[in-house]
């Protein structure tokens, strides 16, 4: 239990590290208002042409007598409706991470040095469109797999009582973890760590990660909480490999930020 507190610490810690530095790093919203504009964009436009979607998707239905048509067909358009919410929260980080890219990099990195006991931070030594490739390759390949979880979740909610109450925990869950290795893939993938390996290490410390990306899920929920919260959470996320990787952090980086401010 005591990696649940390890991981939120974590969590709490780099929007402290954002906060001190909010003049210099503000400009790190614009990927997540952007990709907000986007997802809101296409659930407006699920909502509005969604029940015409599923009538062309059911034409064995349109002989069907009232109420059964309409209920058949509603329901199928609240299904559609709760898989694109589900697939936009399962996104949003991946799309804002990529929109973001350069900007995310350079956060990491300075985390990075101002937690390393010799100011100095990994660099991965590839060129940016060669960065962008592996993180786009990664990002679909995370969220196959999440979108499979998604699919047997949604399944698991049919079942009585269970699916009311243990599935819906179990997907908070889920979505913790695969939105903490997005985010901690910016600074591991900069240490030359592929996705295979890093998923061993999130699944070495499984409450760790739950600790972090659990409750950051459910802020996530609210897009525009999610947008404020992208630039800290990426900074929190560094801390988090750091830890998993086993390297020694000289402090958490808001010391160095107290004594900048206080040079100024």
Known sequence: MGDLGVGFGYLLKGQRWVARRGRRYGFGLLPGLITLV?????????????????????????????????LFRGFLTAVLFALGLLLAVLTFTAVTLLIGQPFYEALSERVDAD?????????????????????????????VRAGLWGVLLFALGFLPFAGQTVVPVAGFFVTGFFLTEE????????????????????RSRKTLVWGFGTPLGLAFLVPFVAVFLMPGAVAGATLLARDLLGEENAGDGTDTAEAANAAR
């Open 183 to 202: 985010l901690a893939a910016v600074a591991l993938q900069r240490r030359g760590v592929d996705l295979r390996a890093r998923l061993a290490l999130l």
């Open 115 to 143: 937690v390393s006991p010799d100011g100095t931070a990994p660099e991965s030594g590839l060129p940016l469109w060669r960065e962008l490739w592996i993180s786009a390759r990664d990002s679909l390949r995370i969220l």
């Open 38 to 70: 986007l997802y809101a964009a296409a659930l407006v436009a699920l909502a509005l042409w969604g029940e015409d979607a599923v009538g062309w998707a059911t034409p064995f239905a349109d002989d069907w007598s009232s109420p059964w048509q309409g």
